[in-house]
């Protein structure tokens, strides 16, 4: 794996302002919610710092009027800024939330969106687990550092304006003498919250090391004590759990440091109030009321600068998780059509060609997208050469001419190049130097969707989704009917086996289909590729024991599945091998024979070794079961 992909949390020191904005402008549609977000976070700053005003003029008035003052007007005044702050603090809540969760939603299709646009060679370069932690972690980052982020950035900012400017009006001499220690304050809040921030994270980081290292010592048990390896393994986890330790007493010391600091600073301003502002209350230059404002606002200070200062570092920490989903969302697919390709289209669209275009619908097209016929009667690779990003060339200089009708089986050593080579047909990958051609014509000269569609592809292990047999085969064809779907198991012989479960065809697989046996799963999915009805087949056949009557039942299926097409099969079973109309041994790149069975057992070259070697037990057991019958 790349050492790119484990920097997952990296702290950017520097605020990049253009990556920001580029996010935050994905927010802009949702204006229905930022909007109301926006003027409850300032509403709340209003309302904090009138509460401070309302204790003024409580003070004052009682100071001045005693009993006459007007309380039902100060009651009344109190309760309805508690309304108005309820309020804000619902629509708040309401909308912040609401703008994360589509935030979320937002980039997390976008960028699953453009995950299913890439090419393979993309995903051969990407872990797995990697692209899924963009999809869910980092867009879930995202989505609430932005919405919780803008509301207390705006509540932080207008709160500490509002503060300046009251305490400014107020008293302007007294009220920079207490702004002084602003500075001071934003300086230290800064400083600790990164510090925090980064210890917390290695706390946590260590943390799931930790959770990893107690799931395995568990499940390997048996391995560790067989070994005897339990000393070894206590000195690996006493070295995390050290690490965990200080991360921890770090992180905790930072937290005794800075929470009295700040709070001794803002302590310090209410101090420098009551010190000037005393001596102006003495003299009459200032209301009683205006004093204990004063050291309201400057006790208070704290929390906006505490808050600005949190959400500037979880804008720098999730900063690499912005850029990781940019660059998701901004990369190219390296197979896709050309502009040629998409003006054909375009044209082809204007006439009636396309209209007599449907993916997946069960009679082959006459036309393509492009206009061009949409039978696919001869393919040819033609000086096909080919390396995948990493490693060796893998095919060299290959040639290879197919009809409407053959079924070409590919046998050979593991490692040969038989699936590069159905790879490069399916335009999974293209040639690194050479063409394959479709009719004649280069297929980067034709719509890939067009060309993909064309194309029924059975894995080794081919893939079931969660759900029915039902839900399964019709994944090859949406709008195909029931009877459809089991017209088409029937054709492939799967429909003896559906019918003796429980629930027929309406049994469920289980996850990946592992409810079903590896011969069900292939049998299912040629049923499911049938539906399709696709004029290229390729097959990668399982290498699995399989028992006689699945095996008899796959036969037949294949028999079905292949007439009239085109097929490819990575043949591991003599059956196949024999009935196929070209057999290709593959090694290193090259054909190295091609024939018949026949025709390539009398050569006694490689097939012939491979035939007397590999397929030797299974013609014996053929033998054998012909002999029993
Ligand atoms: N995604 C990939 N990235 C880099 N190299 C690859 C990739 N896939 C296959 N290879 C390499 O290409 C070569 C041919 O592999 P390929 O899978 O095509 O052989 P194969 O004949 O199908 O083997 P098998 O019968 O074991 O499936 C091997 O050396 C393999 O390591």
Redesign the pocket.
């Known amino acids: 794996m790349p050492a790119a992909f484990h920097q997952e949390d990296e702290f950017r020191a520097r605020l990049d302002a253009g990556l920001w904005w580029k996010i935050f402008r994905r927010a802009l549609h949702l204006k229905r919610y930022l909007v109301p977000l926006l003027i409850s976070a300032v509403g709340i700053a209003v309302c904090d710092a009138t509460y401070v005003q309302i204790t003024r003029w409580v003070i004052d008035g009682v100071a001045r009027d005693g009993a006459d003052a007007p309380f039902t007007l100060y009651i009344a005044a109190s309760f309805g800024l508690t309304l108005a702050f309820a309020v804000a603090v619902w629509v708040l809540i309401e909308t912040a939330g609401n703008i994360a969760h589509r935030l979320a939603h937002d980039i997390r299709r976008d960028c699953f969106d453009r995950l299913l646009s890439m090419e393979l060679a993309f995903f051969?370069t990407r872990p797995a687990g990697w692209l899924i932690a963009r999809l869910t972690a980092d867009c879930n980052r995202l989505a609430n550092v932005l919405a919780w982020g803008s509301l207390d950035f705006t509540w932080g900012l207008s709160y500490l304006v509002l503060v300046a400017i009251s305490l400014l009006l107020m008293n302007w001499r007294l009220g920079l003498l207490v702004l002084a220690v602003v500075p001071l304050l934003a300086l230290i809040s800064v400083y600790f919250q990164r510090k925090m921030l980064l210890s917390a994270r290695e706390v946590r980081r260590v943390n799931s090391q930790i959770t990893a290292a107690f799931n395995e010592s568990i499940q390997g048990v048996r391995t560790t004590k067989s070994l005897v390896r339990e000393q070894a393994n206590l000195a690996e986890f006493q070295h995390l759990s050290t690490g965990m330790f200080s991360a921890a007493v770090l992180n905790a010391r930072q937290n005794a440091l800075y929470f009295p600091l700040v709070t001794t600073l803002g302590t310090l301003g209410a101090g420098l109030a009551l010190w000037r502002g005393g001596y102006l209350v003495e003299n009459a230059e200032l209301s009683l009321g205006t004093l204990v404002a004063f050291i309201n606002f400057a006790i208070q200070f704290f929390h906006p600068i505490n808050q600005l200062a949190l959400k500037l570092a979880e804008l720098q920490s999730a900063q690499a998780a912005g850029e990781r989903v940019l660059g998701l969302l901004a990369a190219e697919p390296a197979i896709k059509d050309t502009p040629v390709v998409l003006a054909a289209v375009a044209h082809a669209s204007d006439s009636a060609a396309q209209s007599k275009f449907e993916i997946r619908k069960s009679k082959i097209s006459p036309l393509a997208p492009d206009g061009l016929p949409g039978a696919i009667d001869r393919i040819e690779f033609r000086a096909v050469s080919f390396r995948?990003a990493?490693?060796p060339t893998?095919l060299r200089d290959f040639h290879l001419r197919v009809q409407r009708g053959d079924t070409v089986a590919l046998v050979?050593a593991?490692?040969?190049?038989?699936?590069?080579l159905v790879s490069l047909l399916c335009r999974f990958y293209e040639p690194s130097s050479g063409q394959i051609l479709v009719n004649g014509r280069d297929y980067r000269e034709r719509p890939l969707t067009w060309y993909q569609s064309q194309f029924g592809v059975v894995l080794q292990t081919p893939h079931l989704f969660q759900g029915t047999i039902r839900d399964n085969i019709r994944y090859g064809r949406l709008d195909a009917t029931d009877a459809e779907v089991e017209a088409a198991a029937r054709l492939v012989n799967a429909d003896e086996f559906i019918r003796r479960l429980d629930h027929g065809y309406d049994t469920p697989v289980g996850e990946g289909g592992n409810r079903l046996s590896t011969g069900q799963r292939q049998l299912v999915s040629f049923a499911r590729a049938l539906l399709a009805n696709p004029q290229v087949f390729v097959m990668d056949e399982a290498t699995s024991s399989i028992d006689t009557e699945t095996e008899r039942l796959i036969q037949r299926g294949l028999e079905t599945m292949f007439a009239g097409r085109i097929a490819f099969v990575?043949a591991h079973r003599l059956s196949t091998i024999r009935r196929a109309s070209r057999i290709l041994v593959?090694d290193h790149g090259r054909i190295a024979e091609a024939g018949t069975h026949d025709e390539l057992l009398r050569q006694r070259g490689h097939y012939y070794q491979l035939y007397t070697g590999q397929f030797h037990h299974e013609r014996e057991a053929a033998v054998l079961a012909s002999a029993d019958r």
């Open positions: 051969d995948y990493t490693g893998v050979g593991s490692g040969g190049g038989k699936s590069t990575i593959i």
